[in-house]
């Protein structure tokens, strides 16, 4: 297209040439923009204005399937995602908000969105010292001043000699820099007691969702009944099914065991990995942990066994840790993948291909908007790892203030640096906060009837079980409505408050639950509790 100068003139659109042809026979004024000096144009040249009463013809055109692009012939496979995180109750809940804003009258004054793990959005307050670091390296004139401690000062000067021109806007290696591949390389070593970790088998990702899909595109493969089957857990995070469906794979169910804390199975493994290699090539296990919607910490023996069954049965398992920071129980330990197959012995370490997967969007740091994380590669084909590195290439690159935050979460303040204490006292206020939020939101919510909540081990999110009446089923039927996505419009649009109903996670037939994230203030939270509690017991007598 050519850029076009303002005039005096009647409404215009731009078109393409061949569009442009399409109207041949009709009265079109042409002005043709070529170094800013106006050109007169012909048939067939790259782009033409045509009068508003021309291009409402093209757009009748239009709308009478002229388009090139359709809803019907589309790409199927992203017509058939969907991400329940951001869908239609989130939708509705942007609407009720700009309703509000225009003075319309609720029964509540503001739209609580408990829907998405954001944690600053939700009030939590950002990392001093990764701000400090961030802020450095973005406007490196701040390194002279005063009023920035000098071991933020130091991480800022190391990774800038690391950049291009020492600057945070040029790109970095498509693996990201070096210099923080080797902090997370080292951050591994200590977080699994020793077990080495190479900065060769490191790549900074913009959060975990970019390895996670980078990863599945080199996995899916075949036709048939040999396209590559995915194995995910049940209630799961809604990128696995989202990424599934973009790519064309199969998606392989294994259930969760609600009545035993969301528990991982290795029966329930097995029968439905043999079930799928009716149709499919089971070739990939997917695990969350902590998990992400349930909030439950794997046990130790349940990743070994995870482990064994992948070993037995030659799949590529991909570990989503990113809430590794976020354990909340007594009785709970987070353990690596990597951990605990390099304890497992040769026979496992040399042989499982592994990829784990962390991001600077959860723990502590709730950091989401930095998209920012990072995947170490186990045991991954060295021609593999060769087209790893050149899908990462077509992208270039992940944001570089991305890796610096992720370097901060790694390379935190050391004891005895200048910012350990603060950096510390706000990590531990956190954390310990989370916590309480974790106790709190369980306990309320097992206060209601109808409802019950598995203990909150970790993660950031309840997800509980909830009574919903034959009659209102019946009515969400009549809407043509999942019975709790009906339970949940009905609370967003009586209460405010916004969660995401559990068929969008996925859950066993006849059971309904929804996610709710453990972010919001303290106080905050009591009242959305409470008004959650209100709403239940309000929904089982109407619909009793």
């Given amino acids: 297209m050519y850029a076009l100068g303002a005039a005096a003139r009647p409404a215009v659109v731009v078109v393409s040439g061949r569009s442009a042809r399409r109207l041949a026979g009709m009265r079109l004024s042409w002005r043709f923009g070529d170094r800013g000096a106006g050109l007169a144009g012909a048939w067939g040249s790259a782009a033409g204005l045509i009068t508003e009463g021309a291009a409402s013809l093209l757009r009748d055109n239009c709308r009478n399937g002229d388009r090139v692009l359709t809803i019907a012939n589309m790409n199927p496979q992203v017509r058939a995602t969907e991400y329940a995180v951001r869908g239609p109750i989130v939708i509705k809940a942007g609407e009720i908000e700009k309703e509000l804003q225009q003075g319309a009258q609720k029964p ?25 670091v961030a802020a450095l390296c973005t406007y490196p004139e701040l390194l002279e001043s005063q009023h920035f401690p000098a071991d933020a000062k130091e991480r800022a000067h190391r990774i800038l000699l690391y950049c291009g021109g020492q600057s945070l806007g040029s790109y970095s290696a498509s693996q990201g820099l070096d210099c923080i591949r080797q902090d997370v390389a080292k951050y591994i070593e200590t977080r699994d007691g020793g077990v080495p970790a190479e900065s060769d088998n490191i790549y900074i990702t913009t959060g975990a969702s970019d390895g996670i899909t980078t990863i599945m595109k080199l996995l899916v493969a075949g036709e048939g009944r040999m396209r590559t089957g995915v194995m995910i857990p049940i209630p799961q995070y809604p990128l696995y099914s989202a990424v599934i469906s973009e790519l064309g794979a199969v998606q392989i169910n294994y ?7 969301w528990a991982l199975d290795k029966n329930e493994l097995k029968r439905n990995l043999n079930a799928a290699r009716e149709y ?12 992400n919607p349930t909030g439950q910490v794997q046990s130790r023996k349940g990743i070994e066994d995870v482990i064994r069954f992948a070993y037995e049965e030659k799949l590529f398992v991909l570990a989503d840790e990113v809430y590794q920071e976020n354990v909340y129980s007594e009785d709970c330990k987070f353990y690596s993948f990597k951990k605990v197959l390099y304890e497992m012995g040769p026979e496992y370490f040399n042989t499982v291909e592994l ?6 969007s959860k723990g502590y740091t709730g950091e989401c908007g ?6 170490e590669v186990i045991n991954m084909d060295p021609e593999v790892k060769a087209q790893l590195e ?15 935050a992720m370097d901060v979460v790694v390379n935190p303040p050391k004891p005895g640096e200048e910012s350990y204490k603060l950096f510390t006292l706000e990590k531990m206020k956190v954390l310990h906060d989370l916590a309480e939020k974790a106790k709190l939101t369980e306990d309320v919510l097992n206060t209601i009837p109808g409802m019950h909540c598995n203990p909150l081990q970790g993660a950031l999110y309840a997800f509980p079980r909830i009574f919903i009446p034959s009659k209102a ?4 039927e009549t809407r043509g409505m999942i019975p709790d996505m009906f339970y949940c419009m009905k609370l967003l649009e009586e209460t405010g408050i916004c969660v995401i109903p559990g068929s969008g996670f996925g859950q066993k037939e006849g059971t309904y639950h929804f996610r709710m994230t453990i972010l919001l203030p303290v106080e905050k939270l009591k009242v959305l509790l409470q008004n959650v509690k209100n709403f239940h017991i309000k929904f089982l007598r109407k619909y009793a």
């Avoid at 930095?370 to 995947?375: K, L, P, Q, V």
């Avoid at 089923?473 to 969400?476: P, R, S, T």
């Fill in 108 to 132: 509540f004054t503001e739209i609580i969105r408990a829907n998405i793990g954001d944690a600053h959005a939700m009030g939590q307050q950002p990392i001093t010292f990764l701000r400090q």
């Fill in 370 to 375: 930095f998209r920012g994380g990072y995947m």
């Fill in 473 to 476: 089923i019946k009515e969400a």
């Fill in 355 to 360: 990829v784990s997967f962390h991001s600077t």
């Fill in 255 to 261: 259930y969760l065991d609600e009545e035993n804390g």
């Fill in 390 to 404: 050149k899908l990462l290439s077509v992208r270039l690159c992940s944001p570089v203030p991305g890796q610096v």
């Fill in 280 to 291: 499919c090539n089971p070739k990939v296990l997917c695990v969350i942990n902590p998990g």
